[in-house]
């Protein structure tokens, strides 16, 4: 492909490079991102020309198609983030303390959307931007509520370690109150809606396979949103720690970095260590 | 473990007695905001589904000015050192913590549900009694489960006073929604009822959960 070329480093596999660590996060994400688009092509396609006409809503119907995968994946990640959490906290590496943060802010921004197009489906069905009697809507919300508060938690201790420690606690509490919350809220709602979220079974053949596609098509692109962040997570850890050896041993070593609600990873001693090792 | 737990209950509650600085602080509020209630709905008494809402509402502002107090003599005073430097199992400290926490809620709401049922509450609360003691017994439970996990975990970070609540509000929602709808046919005007087992259910299945969540993930706040 014409593209790779311009790859940025570390990317691609083809040239050797000084430290293999950053090759391991990067890899296979080209593949991913392809792989991402096809299905996404494909299950847009899906929606537009090959799904039917929902009898009594029409069109707006298939804003089901984006805001259903969106809040199934978004929840998922939350319940993600709350098992790499405890993977962190049981094994105390701080690679899983990143992933439970990717995972949980990918699953925030996926949170975003899936109000906003439940906002607007809504709009469209029932005439209001919000309605309460629509109980998955309101325990996402309350869902997003809650996990809106760790990035300021987070935020909110400077010491990374004990960040990355109570950043753990706070996913794994969370985690297990996403699925005790749909339980509560469902329950305290009448179902006065006829429900169109109950699972693909009472949907025709056709919508059920469209339904699908687009689900595939939105893990994937929570895959390949979450395996990018990630990189680029590990790209700028290493880079400072280059930049830190060029600067020379006795640079200051957390004085100059901002304050940041993001997990502090530390290869810097190993890379500078493994690079030093390594003739130039 | 039993011994430890009543050691440090017996230092809390020691603390309180002398300082006397969450409990007044959370009954005076709850009876505070009833009268903010009065002239903000601008009604003499309330019944049913708004009599509920604002029993809990009060209830739960109030705990949370407790939860916000809970630990932060521990972490201002070297409380958590002293006890990290005893050879004591950590959960002691949840546990002793959290019976502390219900025991400021419980006498809050001796303050709190008389004052209601005097100053605000239309039907006379007699027979209700019973019932309501119940659910309010289940929801304290996970309210006191909940809100010394969410006061651990806020007590060391800079803006504490603000995440305190932040955090809590959203993790009891479930327990606003089973202690409202429970409560709400008990104070009902005309036909005063039973609360519906499935919310009592909800409350008890809620404080179980999160008391074993705050069990296993309680220690993980404790190594610094």
Redesign the interface.
């Known amino acids: 492909m014409e593209s790779s070329s311009r790859q940025p480093a570390g990317f691609s596999d083809s040239k050797p490079r000084a430290p293999g660590r950053v090759v391991r996060y990067g890899g296979g994400l080209r593949a991913l991102s392809l792989a991402t688009l096809a299905v996404m092509t494909a299950g847009l396609a899906l929606v537009f020309f090959y799904a039917p006409l929902e009898a009594e809503q029409g069109f707006l119907q298939k804003i089901f198609y984006v805001h259903v995968p969106l809040a199934i994946v978004s929840l998922c990640g939350f319940v993600l983030g709350g098992l790499f959490a405890i993977q962190h906290l049981r094994t105390r590496d701080q690679r899983w303390d990143m992933r439970s943060y990717v995972a949980i802010h990918m699953s925030l921004i996926f949170g975003v959307g899936t109000l906003i197009t439940g906002s607007i489906w809504a709009k469209g069905s029932w005439g209001h931007w919000w309605v309460w009697n629509e109980p998955t809507l309101v325990s996402f919300l309350i869902v997003f509520l809650l996990y809106a508060t760790y990035q300021p938690l987070r935020f909110a201790i400077e010491d990374p370690e004990r960040q990355a420690r109570y950043a753990s606690v706070f996913a794994i509490t969370a985690g297990a109150f996403v699925p005790m919350n749909f339980i509560a809220v469902r329950l305290s709602t009448a179902y006065l809606h006829p429900r169109v979220l109950g699972g693909t079974s009472n949907l025709p053949a056709p919508m059920a396979l469209t339904f699908v596609v687009c689900l595939v098509a939105m893990a994937l692109l929570y895959t390949t949103m979450f395996k990018y962040e990630l990189t680029a997570k590990h790209t700028r850890a290493q880079l400072r720690a280059l930049r830190r050896r060029l600067a020379g041993e006795d640079a200051p070593a957390g004085l100059s970095r901002a304050r940041t609600a993001a997990p502090t990873l530390q290869p810097p001693a190993t890379i500078g260590a493994g690079a030093a090792g390594r003739p130039g | 473990m039993r011994r430890t737990v009543a050691a440090l209950l017996r230092k809390e509650l020691l603390v309180e007695l002398r300082t006397l600085e969450s409990v007044p602080g959370m009954s005076l509020f709850a009876v505070t905001t009833f009268v903010v209630f009065h002239f903000a709905l601008n009604r003499s008494s309330v019944d049913g589904d708004l009599a509920a809402g604002i029993l809990w509402v009060t209830l739960l502002f109030a705990a949370i000015l407790g939860v916000n107090r809970l630990f932060v003599a521990d972490a201002d005073q070297g409380g958590f050192d002293g006890f990290l430097l005893a050879p004591v199992d950590r959960s002691a400290l949840l546990v002793a913590k959290a019976i502390t926490l219900l025991a400021y809620i419980v006498v809050l709401e001796l303050v709190a549900v008389p004052a209601f049922a005097l100053l605000l509450l239309g039907p006379p609360l007699g027979q209700a009694l019973p019932d309501l003691l119940g659910v309010l017994a289940l929801a304290d439970v996970g309210v006191a489960a909940i809100g010394t996990?969410v006061a651990a975990?806020?007590v060391?970070?800079?803006?504490?006073d603000?995440?305190g609540p932040?955090?809590a509000?959203?993790?009891l929602?479930?327990i606003v929604?089973?202690g409202a709808?429970a409560t709400s046919p008990l104070l009902a005007l005309a036909h005063p009822g039973a609360p519906a087992p499935?919310?009592l259910l909800?409350l008890g299945?809620?404080d179980l959960?999160?008391g074993l969540?705050?069990y296993?993930?309680f220690d993980?706040?404790l190594?610094?």
């Open positions: 996990l975990l806020a060391r970070t800079r803006a504490r603000l995440l932040l955090l509000l959203p993790l929602v479930p929604i089973g709808r499935r919310w909800t299945l809620y959960v999160f969540i705050a296993a993930v993980f706040l190594e610094d």
